[in-house]
């Protein structure tokens, strides 16, 4: 099995509009889509738990109109924040005190430029504990909820996207995804490409065998 294949498996595919699942999520989805199309709506918040996918819009958006994407996990003064007509602020809760000014600020600069700012949190944004004048901002736009996936619809999604391959995928193949296999569906769509691939080199059908031998050797390479 080549060395590039396994290589490829270990990489998580950059984030994409076209590459979101959205399950419950179509709203959130078409809402983004649309993000900067009116005048009247400069900003956009999006809510939910861990695993809800909302990391992966904002960055997918981010790149799609070419503007800056800040965890504020990583970043919580927002230091060096960019000047720049498409923003999207993730994690805001964790946003320190200067980083929640800075974020306002940048709020009002949007207002004022015909700039877009997105953000997210866990929460809606009247529960995080931020300044009251910085969740006001976030209430300025549409705030969306972002749910994740049930097990159901993940293996709906794959099964779909292993039949446009013309993979015949069994339940236990998925199931077995779904418990050791990072579950994010770019991931594990990745995954499936990688395993249709290593069929065919191979000369293999796709079965569980196989499906932990990829594993294991993707798994033995360097990171």
């Not at 983004?32 to 904002?58: C, V």
């Not at 999207?88 to 709020?107: K, M, P, R, W």
């Not at 929460?123 to 969740?135: C, E, N, S, T, V």
Request: contains cysteine; proline residues 6%.
């Amino acid at each position: 099995m080549q060395q590039q294949l396994l290589l490829a498996l270990l990489e998580a595919p950059p984030p994409a509009l076209d590459n979101f699942v959205p399950g419950a999520n179509a709203a959130a989805l078409a809402a983004l889509r649309g993000f900067g199309s009116d005048p009247g709506l400069m900003s956009l918040y999006l809510w939910g738990g861990r695993g809800s996918g909302r990391s992966h819009l904002w960055r997918a958006w981010s790149s799609l109109r070419q503007g800056a994407y800040i965890d504020a996990r990583a970043q919580p003064d927002l230091a060096g924040a960019p000047s720049t007509t498409a923003l999207a602020v993730d994690n805001c809760d964790a946003l320190s005190e200067n980083g929640q000014i800075t974020l306002f600020n940048l709020y009002n600069h949007a207002r004022e430029s015909g700039g877009l700012v997105l953000s997210s949190g866990p929460l809606p944004a009247a529960q995080l504990g931020l300044r009251d004048d910085l969740k006001s901002r976030l209430a300025w736009g549409l705030a969306l909820e972002v749910k994740p996936l049930t097990d159901a619809e993940k293996q709906a999604a794959l099964l779909s996207h292993a039949g446009a391959r013309g993979m015949r995928l069994s339940d236990d193949i998925v199931a077995y995804m779904l418990v050791h296999v990072r579950r994010d569906m770019p991931t594990l769509m990745r995954l499936i490409d990688s395993l249709d691939t290593a069929s065919l080199a191979a000369k293999r059908p796709v079965t569980l065998p196989l499906l932990r031998e990829l594993l294991a050797e993707s798994s033995s390479l360097p990171l």
